[in-house]
């Protein structure tokens, strides 16, 4: 059985504000193929430039971001939590994650700032899925679809524990664009 998908649908939710994740589980769209019907519309602007503002899909060619990654960007399919630990009242969601980087809403820097992160996977017992890690900003901006700071980070200092559990945040609450 071969499931139809109006990219209509899918244009009056990227206008309504629905996040990337949603509109992937809502019409059963891996990353990859939500990535090529991003690409597609944004080249025949179909959807105001405005709305691809912090979407998993970005201004330069497909070759170059993929030249540009080594690893593949992974979403948050729960609700993942990041805390500043040099001050706690500092607090934000992450949106993507690997075992280099994150995309965090909430949380507002200067590029090259580095800060101090907690991750808590909100929901699950103990902090089996909880890891500490130093990131430094390599950009930041307010983003008109997320309500919010929008800014990504490079890991630069991870434990051991600290690495196995973010593996496991990755394994067990993310899908990615392999």
């Not at 990227?14 to 090529?36: F, N, Q, T």
């Not at 075992?99 to 090259?112: A, F, H, L, S």
Request: overall charge negative.
């Amino acid at each position: 059985m071969v499931i139809r998908i109006r990219l209509g649908d899918i244009i009056r939710d990227i206008e309504s504000g629905l996040g990337d994740v949603p509109i992937m589980e809502k019409y059963g769209i891996r990353p990859a193929e939500y990535m090529d019907i991003l690409q597609k519309l944004k080249g025949v602007r179909a959807v105001d430039e405005r709305h691809f503002e912090g979407r998993i899909v970005h201004g330069g060619d497909a070759d170059s971001d993929k030249d540009s990654r080594r690893l593949p960007r992974c979403y948050l399919v729960s609700d993942v939590r990041v805390v500043d630990l040099l001050d706690r009242g500092v607090h934000g969601e992450v949106l993507d994650l690997t075992e280099e980087g994150c995309r965090v809403r909430g949380i507002k820097c200067q590029v090259g700032e580095t800060r101090r992160f907690r991750v808590e996977a909100e929901g699950y017992p103990g902090d089996a899925l909880d890891c500490s890690f130093a990131a430094q900003c390599r950009w930041g901006n307010w983003d008109q679809s997320e309500g919010s700071y929008v800014a990504g980070f490079e890991i630069t200092d991870l434990s051991r524990r600290d690495r196995n559990n973010l593996q496991s945040v990755i394994r067990l609450l993310t899908i990615c664009d392999f």
